[in-house]
């Protein structure tokens, strides 16, 4: 029988909650490239800074981003550069659902 660590499984259940939004999904790539302040991430994304903002501190308070002030900036950037990896294999397994689910359809 294959042990679960309870509290390993809720700690995994509550990051990818955190990470349930497609908004902060995309802050997550573009800080995969290397930290940035919250003007380069709002010209990439093309959102209001307040929103942007919003969601930088919520992935703040969760551990998922890390925050440092340089100057009057504050640069955000992946606290664990292992999520990049794992978002990345995440989008791996959809496009290969998304294409059986097409060749199904095409039946």
């Given at each position: 029988m294959c042990e679960i660590d309870e509290k390993l499984v809720e700690a995994q259940a509550e990051l990818c909650k955190s990470l349930a939004h497609p908004l902060r999904l995309k802050i997550l790539?573009?800080?995969s490239t290397g930290p940035k302040?919250?003007?380069d991430i709002v010209k990439t994304i093309g959102e209001p800074q307040p929103l942007v903002?919003?969601?930088l501190l919520f992935l703040k308070e969760k551990g998922v981003v890390k925050a440092e002030r340089k100057g009057t900036?504050?640069?955000y950037s992946l606290a664990h550069p292992e999520l990049q990896e794992a978002c990345k294999i995440?989008?791996?397994v959809?496009?290969?659902i998304l294409a059986e689910k097409a060749?199904?359809?095409t039946r």
């Open positions: 790539s573009i800080l302040n919250v003007t903002s919003r969601h900036n504050i640069y995440i989008q791996q959809l496009r290969k060749s199904i359809a």
